[in-house]
């Protein structure tokens, strides 16, 4: 009988005082967009009424967080067992953490980018796993390839989302399901044997892993590069969403270097060297600095046409 009737959902209400800043001031889709893996993740929607839906593997089990700002705050349902998990790192995940004011611009496209978006926090989900397998799938190749790669794997060896929720929404497959995909169907999901082995890795030890949510984030990051095939890109693109880390600039990107030099100095050929220096009058926020020139829109005009994504299915 139970299986006739849509789960009850647990509601939260958040008020601008419970995150630290007035209602207006908090822009759900710049807080929340760094979790999205392209327009079509299985685990992220958007939906016409404004909401953002999530579905999350929490310490619980499976849940569902739907998300939407209202006039006076910021209003939450979640379902299934990991709903009580949501509720409780709701704030966390909203930014309620992160201190906007000890960001302090120095440079005019900085100051300009900061007061255009006064809505931005630093998202802390608090799970290391989501967003680190996403992160070692996105490993030297191109972000259509590794988005594609995400929706197969997901879609497979996940479950649909807790909850009446919009189709299609699913969350991703536990730890041990991810350790036990065939060597054949991490081909088919056109992931090569090197990202496959590291993913493999971190899901054989990912109980240690989570750990590193609670941790300093340098301290989280060296936990995680002790894994074979886990550098500094790919620690501090996870720690920054698992841990809200406003300091865990990204090293080792093709493209950021380049951007940040050209944005802060005029030199479209920066290295990661050139970067760290640029952005040391920074120092505690680098991350928010770089994600405020990326907001800024600011790039160099490209010398070279795309790469293209590269299909080892046909191999």
């Avoid at 909203?94 to 960001?103: I, S, T, V, W």
């Avoid at 790669?149 to 989302?161: I, N, T």
């Avoid at 996870?238 to 809200?244: A, E, H, L, M």
Wanted: net charge positive; charged share 25%.
């Amino acid at each position: 009988m139970a299986g006739r009737f849509a789960p009850k959902p647990t509601r939260t209400t958040l008020r601008g005082g419970d995150l630290g800043l007035p209602p207006e001031r908090l822009d759900l889709g710049l807080v929340l967009g760094p979790l999205r893996r392209g327009p079509h993740d299985p685990t992220f929607r958007v939906t016409d009424d404004g909401s953002i839906w999530r579905a999350s593997r929490t310490p619980e089990g499976p849940g569902t967080l739907r998300v939407r700002a209202t006039g006076d705050g910021v209003t939450a349902d979640t379902y299934g067992p990991g709903a009580a998990w949501l509720d409780a790192h709701l704030p966390a995940l909203l930014g309620a953490e992160d201190d906007p004011a000890a960001f302090v611009p120095r440079h005019r496209l900085l100051l300009a980018t900061h007061r255009r978006r006064p809505g931005l926090r630093l998202t802390r989900t608090g799970l290391v796993l989501e967003s680190l397998i996403p992160s070692v799938l996105e490993q030297k190749v191109t972000t259509t390839e590794a988005y594609g790669s995400w929706r197969r794997l997901v879609r497979q060896y996940g479950e649909p989302a807790p909850g009446p929720v919009p189709d299609g929404l699913h969350v991703m497959p536990d730890a041990r399901t991810w350790a036990r995909i065939p060597s054949w169907e991490w081909h088919r999901a056109n992931v090569d044997g090197k990202r496959a082995a590291t993913v493999v890795r971190a899901a054989r030890v990912a109980p240690r892993l989570e750990e590193a949510a609670h941790l300093p984030p340098p301290e989280a990051r060296r936990r995680l590069e002790l894994i074979p095939g886990i550098g500094p890109w790919t620690s501090a693109e996870t720690i920054q969403r698992s841990n809200g880390a406003p300091d865990e600039v990204t090293t080792g990107d093709l493209h950021l270097p380049g951007i940040v030099g050209w944005a802060l100095a005029g030199d479209r050929t920066a290295d990661d060297a050139t970067m760290l220096e640029l952005l040391a009058p920074y120092a505690g926020q680098r991350h928010r600095a770089a994600r405020l020139i990326l907001l800024s829109g600011r790039t160099p005009p490209r010398r070279a046409p795309r790469l293209a994504p590269n299909d080892i299915t046909r191999l």
